[in-house]
T-cell receptor, first 117, second 113 residues
Framework: DSGVTQTPKHLITATGQRVTLRCSPRSGDLSVYWYQQSLDQGLQFLIQYYNGEERAKGNILERFSAQQFPDLHSELNLSSLELGDSALYFC????????????????FGAGSRLTVL | GESVGLHLPTLSVQEGDNSIINCAYSNSASDYFIWYKQESGKGPQFIIDIRSNMDKRQGQRVTVLLNKTVKHLSLQIAATQPGDSAVYFCAESKNTGFQKLVFGTGTRLLVSP
């Protein structure tokens, strides 16, 4: 157990629907990152939050949004789902927002597998 | 959970052999590199990291080599075991400002008993 908790583990939904993925970071970690892992694109960075504030954005679609709450858990909202959104979504956490040393390396959760039919 | 559904280069070795997994990184300004291991059904797990001011770093049974001239990174696993079977990713980062790791496409390591 990495200490990063993601729910749900599996989710099957239909095109056009909206889902919310939840992440609880490792105890003491202030920064949360979301990654998408699909068959043809590997691990793609979506967005990062630090202590409730958005810090960096990657290849996140406008249909997707995220937030980090005061208790530091984060949610990734995916709307108007398309078949191509089927993927594994990983949350990772780190103590700080700058990768400066190995002590600040990302710790990943087990992922949420989204299947859009 | 199947990150292993990716169409990845595969390295097949026998138990006890040494394995070498290679990675070409893209950004010459990257100054921090990490190797991750991803087993089926799990998220990526940190193995070892190296900063750009080093060319070699050793861990337990693993060694990372960095060649900045050709932007090449390698992970050497000594005495490979069946439990080492996984997908291995290198990741790079530029250590200024807000950080996001850029992951390579991964290599699948298959270890036969």
């Amino acid at each position: 157990d990495s200490g990063v908790t993601q729910t749900p583990k599996h989710l099957i939904t239909a095109t056009g629907q909206r889902v919310t993925l939840r992440c609880s970071p490792r105890s003491g970690d202030l920064s949360v990152y979301w990654y998408q892992q699909s068959l043809d694109q590997g691990l793609q960075f979506l967005i990062q939050y630090y202590n409730g504030e958005e810090r960096a954005k990657g290849n996140i679609l406008e249909r997707f949004s995220a937030q980090q709450f005061p208790d530091l858990h984060s949610e990734l909202n995916l709307s108007s789902l398309e078949l191509g959104d089927s993927a594994l979504y990983f949350c990772a956490s780190s103590p700080r927002w700058v990768i400066a040393t190995g002590a600040n390396v990302l710790t990943f959760g087990a992922g949420s597998r989204l299947t859009v039919l | 959970g199947e990150s292993v559904g990716l169409h990845l280069p595969t390295l097949s070795v026998q138990e006890g052999d040494n394995s070498i997994i290679n990675c070409a990184y893209s950004n010459s300004a990257s100054d921090y590199f990490i190797w991750y291991k991803q087993e089926s059904g799990k998220g990526p797990q940190f193995i070892i990291d190296i900063r750009s001011n080093m060319d070699k770093r050793q861990g337990q049974r693993v060694t990372v080599l960095l060649n900045k001239t050709v932007k090449h990174l390698s992970l050497q696993i000594a005495a490979t075991q069946p439990g080492d079977s996984a997908v291995y990713f290198c990741a790079e980062s530029k250590n200024t400002g807000f950080q996001k790791l850029v992951f390579g496409t991964g290599t699948r390591l298959l270890v036969s008993p």
